[in-house]
């Protein structure tokens, strides 16, 4: 069974930080890009990062460039989002995908597989 977890999201103050993490079972982990979007109410959903299946290259929405990294550990099937300096219109619920190229993906429609999300609200 294919499983995407993603944990870490929680309630913050504006300038705080989270790191959320998505932790993968089921498939090749190895063999995935995998990629955080968003979707915040009443928004359509948009991808915030994603890493290529070696961690070597990654892609950043202009929106979050500066203030979020990401990061993979291939022997733990684990990706991080490291997220600084949080802002209120970063509030959504957030979720991990993976989509089996090599290379980065941004576009949903190649991701084949989903987890459930985790949310972020940040707030004063």
């Known amino acids: 069974e294919v499983q995407l977890q993603a944990s870490g999201g929680g309630l913050v103050q504006p300038g705080g930080s989270l790191r959320l993490s998505c932790e993968a079972s089921g498939f090749r982990f190895g063999d995935y890009n995998i990629g955080w979007f968003r979707q915040a109410p009443g928004k359509e959903r948009e991808a915030v990062s994603c890493?290529?299946?070696?961690?070597?290259?990654?892609y950043y929405a202009d929106a979050v460039k500066g203030r979020v990294t990401i990061s993979r550990d291939n022997a733990k099937n684990t990706v991080y989002l490291q997220m600084n300096n949080l802002k209120p219109e970063d509030t959504a619920n957030y979720y991990c995908a993976g989509a089996k190229f090599h290379r980065t993906v941004i576009r949903a429609a190649l991701y084949d597989y989903w987890g459930q999300g985790t949310q972020v609200t940040v707030s004063s």
């Open positions: 890493i290529s299946s070696s961690g070597g290259s990654a």
